[in-house]
């Protein structure tokens, strides 16, 4: 049994920071509602770069459909109904449609995408503009900066 969570206090406490407030609220509400079809992986594959992969047996590229728009990864699968008259002894593979969604970070933009062997694989990269990037400040001591006023 899962327990709601009520994040309205961090609304009030804060200011600037909806996003996380609302990136929380929907992790909550995506682990609640316990789909976790298909099943993926999110993998680390250098420094900024990163990989999902999606379990999507039986699916081809035409019945998947990936886009990014405002810092989220949208990836669904529409299974086009099957009308020849197969008859199963016992059917395990999940045939159905999905919707899975991943929130992207500031900067991360979707690379590339490959369908092999029934594993979609997503290719992201984290690309921090150089304005962004952290800059490290010499240190001088005043009396430097006295001499140079002098001079």
Do not use: C, W
């Amino acid at each position: 049994m899962r327990t709601a969570f009520d994040f309205s206090p961090l609304y009030r406490t804060t200011v600037g920071f909806d996003r996380i407030a609302h990136l929380l609220d929907a992790a909550n509400q995506s682990a609640s509602s316990g789909n976790n079809y298909p099943p993926y992986d999110i993998e680390i594959t250098g420094e900024n770069q990163y990989t999902i992969t999606i379990a999507v047996a039986g699916f081809t590229e035409q019945e998947l459909d990936i886009h990014s728009e405002n810092g989220v990864l949208q990836v669904r699968g529409k299974k086009e109904k099957d009308e020849s008259k197969r008859q199963f002894l016992y059917q395990g593979i999940a045939y159905r449609s999905f919707e899975r969604k991943f929130q992207l970070a500031d900067y991360v933009k979707v690379t590339g995408a490959n369908l092999e062997n029934g594993l979609l694989k997503i290719e992201l990269l984290k690309e921090v503009p150089e304005a962004m990037r952290p800059k490290k400040i010499a240190i001088s001591s005043t009396k430097t900066i006295e001499q140079q006023n002098n001079a």
